[in-house]
C-alpha cells in the first residue's frame, strides 16, 4: 500500500485512530490482526501468512507473541471517509504484562477479546483493570464463534456481569474465517476516539519501543503526542539531551515503510542512526532541535523483575560479546534489568532480573540464537529484602550475597497476589494446589451467575489467594494445569515483603562452597532440598583421582553428604608375580599420591549441575506433599 508522505490535512488528528488488541493467551489476537489487515489491503493477498506480526522464530515455534508489533492500516468507512488506523498487537502471557502496559499508554482504545468457548480467563481481568486504569476506550469483542462449542450469548452476559459492559456493546467475530470483522472496523472509527493534542504546539513524541539495525542504528517507535515531525530535521531526547541526525521517518505497514512526515498522533518510528544503544531509552521524550518542547512526556513506570539468575558465557574470552548482545537486547525489551557479577565457579557474569520463568526462558533463547552466544544459567531465586541488626535495610538478590546469621535481625520474602479462574468441580485441586505451597485464601467469586442450574458442571470460579513468589516460581502452574485438566489460567501481580522463616543452602564440593549453587529455602524444607541436591550432584559430577565430598550446609551445619567415589587406576597391572611386598608398595604410593591430589585438586563442575537446583526444587516440593 502507498502511503502519501506530503499529507498534511489538519484534519487527520481527527480521522487517526490508535488502538491495542487485549486478550489472554490464545484467545487469538494474532489471528483477529491477521483479518483487520486483510479487510483493510495493509497486505496483499500473496503476501500473507499465519500470524503475520509474530515475526520471531521463537514467536511462530511457541505460537504465543512475545513482542508488541505496530501496523498501520488505512479504511474507507461507510460514509466514504478514509480513517488512519494505527494497530499494536500485544502479548497474552502474564509475563510480559509490561509489554502491554507501554502499548496501552501510546493508544487511545482497546480490542478485548475473549475466547467464545473459554470465555473470560485470568489475563482477560488484568488488562481491563490495566486499561481502565489509563481510561482507555474498551472495545469487547468475542472472538471464535464459528467454533461448535462456542457459546458467545453466555460470553457476553460474562462481560456484563463481570466487568459491567452493556451486552448490546458487546461485538461477535470469527478472526478464522472473517467474519463480523467488517462490523468491528466500523465500531473502532465510530467508538474510539481520535487522539488530542496541539498540532501547532511544539513537536513531542513518546519512545514506546524500540530496536537495533545495523544500517540504520537504533530505531525509536514513538506516538507523536503534540507537533509534527518532518523530513531530516535536527532531533533532541529530552531528559538525556542527545542530538538526533535522523536518517529516515516512517509507519509501519506492517514493516518500516518510509513517509517522511509524522503528525500529531500518529504512530511510525524514528531511525536515528545512533550506533550506542545506551543513548536511547523507552519513555524518553523526542523534540525537535530547532523549536524543541521544553517539559517532556509522563514516561512509563519502571518495571520490577520478579526472577533472578546468574548469566555466564561457557567460555570467559565471550564476555565482551555478552555485554553487548546485553545491551542491544534492553533495546527491545526494557524489562530486563543487569549488572555485573563474578563467580568463584563461573567466573565474570551478570545477574539478570526477569519478569517470570518464561521471559527468563526467552531471553536465554535469543541471546544464544540472536547473538550466536553460549550461556550457563545459575537456577532462578527471587529477592528478598534483609533488614540487619544495625538497622540497615536492602534488597538481596543473589544467595550468594546473604550474609552470616548472626547479621540478621528478618529476612522478608515477596509475596504475589494470585488470581485463579478454573471450573467449578477443580475448585478442591486448586485450594490444595495452593494451600500446599503456604497460600492464603483471600476471595471466591462464581462467574456465571445466571447459569448455576442449567450448567453447574460448566461454572467456573474466580479464586484469589496470596502466596511466597518463591512457591510459585518452578513449577506451581504446571502442576495448577495439570489438576485442573489444562481449565485453570493464572495471573499475579506482587504485593509487598512479609517476615519469612527462610535460611541460606550452601553446597560445599571438596570442602569449598560453590556460590553459583547456593540458594534460599524455606527451613522447614531445607533438609529434604539438601539431601536432594547432593544426591543429584553426586550424579552429574565426574569422577576423579580422589573422593570428592559434596555436602549440603546450613551455616557451619552439615545437614547432608555423598561423596563421588575416586578412580582407581590398576597399578599393578605390570606387577607379574614377585614378593607381596612389592604389591603392597605400589599400592601405598598410590594412597599417598591420591592424598595430595585431593589436598591441591580442583573439581571440574559441568553446566547441568547448576540447573539440577531447578530439578531439586520440583522434586523437594512433590516429596513433601507425599
Not at 491495542?20 to 503476501?47: F, N, W, Y
Not at 512526515?261 to 523507552?282: C, F, M, P, S, W
Not at 505451597?437 to 451467575?449: I, M, T
Not at 470460579?461 to 511466597?468: A, C, F, N, Q, T
Request: proline share 5%; with cysteine; hydrophobic share 40%.
Amino acid at each position: 500500500m502507498s502511503i502519501d508522505p506530503t499529507n498534511s490535512d489538519p484534519t487527520s488528528q481527527a480521522r487517526t485512530r490508535n488502538f491495542a488488541i487485549i486478550a489472554h493467551i490464545d484467545h487469538g489476537k494474532s489471528t483477529l490482526s491477521d483479518r483487520l489487515m486483510e479487510a483493510t489491503g495493509t497486505v496483499e493477498p500473496r503476501q500473507m501468512s499465519a500470524q503475520l506480526l509474530d515475526s520471531m522464530d521463537l514467536e511462530r515455534e511457541k505460537g504465543i507473541t512475545i513482542k508488541a508489533r505496530a501496523v498501520h492500516m488505512r479504511h474507507e468507512a461507510l460514509d466514504g471517509t478514509t480513517y488512519d488506523l494505527n494497530l499494536v498487537d500485544t502479548p497474552g502471557h502474564v509475563d510480559f504484562s509490561y509489554e502491554v502496559s507501554r502499548t496501552l499508554a501510546a493508544s487511545e482504545g482497546a480490542l478485548l477479546v475473549v475466547d467464545a468457548a473459554e470465555g473470560i480467563q485470568a489475563q482477560t481481568l488484568a488488562n481491563v483493570y490495566l486499561a481502565l486504569e489509563l481510561d482507555l476506550t474498551i472495545l469487547p469483542v468475542v472472538n471464535k464463534i464459528d467454533l461448535p462449542v462456542a457459546r458467545p450469548e453466555a460470553v457476553a452476559r460474562e462481560l456484563s456481569e463481570v466487568v459491567g459492559f452493556a451486552e448490546s456493546e458487546v461485538l461477535f467475530v470469527s478472526a478464522k474465517t472473517g467474519e463480523g470483522v467488517d462490523e468491528l472496523l466500523e465500531a473502532i472509527v465510530a467508538r474510539i476516539p481520535p487522539p488530542a493534542g496541539q498540532a501547532d504546539g511544539p513537536a513531542r513524541a513518546l519512545i514506546f519501543d524500540s530496536e537495533y539495525d545495523s544500517y540504520k542504528g537504533v530505531i525509536a517507535y514513538v506516538r507523536v503526542m503534540d507537533g509534527r515531525f518532518e523530513g531530516a530535521k535536527p532531533l533532541r531526547l529530552i531528559k538525556s539531551g542527545q542530538r538526533i541526525e535522523p536518517m529516515e521517518l516512517g509507519v509501519f505497514s506492517p514493516g518500516l515503510t518510509p513517509t517522511g512526515l509524522l503528525e500529531t498522533g500518529a504512530v511510525g518510528y524514528i531511525a536515528t542512526g545512533l550506533k550506542d544503544v545506551a543513548e536511547v531509552r523507552v519513555g524518553d521524550t523526542v523534540t525537535t532541535w530547532a523549536q524543541p518542547a521544553q517539559a517532556p512526556l509522563t514516561g512509563y513506570q519502571e518495571p520490577k523483575s520478579m526472577v533472578f539468575a546468574g548469566l555466564y558465557p561457557t567460555n570467559a574470552a565471550d564476555y565482551s560479546e555478552l555485554t553487548d548482545a546485553l545491551e542491544k537486547l534492553r533495546l527491545s525489551d526494557a524489562s530486563i534489568h543487569f549488572e555485573p557479577e563474578s563467580s568463584a565457579a563461573l567466573g565474570f557474569g551478570y545477574r539478570m532480573g526477569f519478569l517470570g520463568l518464561l521471559h527468563m526462558e526467552i531471553v536465554q533463547e535469543r541471546l544464544e540464537r540472536e547473538y550466536g552466544l553460549e550461556l550457563i544459567f545459575t537456577a532462578p531465586s527471587v529477592a528478598y529484602e534483609l533488614e540487619t541488626t544495625d538497622g540497615e535495610t536492602r534488597i538481596v538478590e543473589n544467595p550468594a550475597a546473604l550474609p552470616d546469621a548472626t547479621r540478621i535481625a528478618e529476612l522478608r520474602e515477596p509475596w504475589v497476589e494470585i488470581s485463579v479462574i478454573a471450573p467449578n468441580r477443580y475448585v478442591g485441586a486448586v485450594m490444595e494446589t495452593v494451600t500446599g505451597r503456604r497460600g492464603r485464601f483471600r476471595r471466591q467469586e462464581y462467574l456465571e451467575r445466571g447459569e448455576v442450574d442449567a450448567r453447574s458442571d460448566r461454572l467456573r470460579v474466580l479464586l484469589e489467594y496470596d502466596i511466597p513468589l518463591g512457591e510459585i516460581l518452578t513449577d506451581f502452574y504446571d502442576e495448577l494445569k495439570s489438576r485442573t485438566q489444562g481449565f485453570a489460567s493464572l495471573d499475579y501481580h506482587l504485593k509487598g515483603y512479609e517476615a519469612a522463616n527462610v535460611v541460606r543452602l550452601e553446597i560445599l564440593v571438596n570442602g569449598e562452597p560453590v556460590d553459583a549453587l547456593s540458594m534460599i529455602v524455606h527451613r522447614d524444607q531445607a533438609q529434604v532440598q539438601g539431601r536432594k541436591l547432593v544426591e543429584r550432584l553426586r550424579s552429574l559430577i565426574p569422577r576423579q583421582m580422589f573422593d570428592v565430598p559434596i555436602q549440603a550446609a546450613i551455616g557451619s551445619k552439615i545437614i547432608a553428604r555423598e561423596t563421588v567415589k575416586a578412580l582407581r587406576k590398576n597399578v599393578l597391572s605390570k606387577c607379574y608375580g614377585g614378593d607381596v611386598s612389592r604389591k603392597r608398595k605400589l599400592l601405598a604410593k598410590q594412597a599417598a599420591g591420591k592424598k595430595r591430589l585431593k589436598r591441591v585438586g580442583n573439581v571440574e563442575i559441568p553446566q547441568e549441575a547448576f540447573m539440577a537446583v531447578l530439578d531439586v526444587s520440583k522434586s523437594a516440593e512433590a516429596a513433601s506433599k507425599r
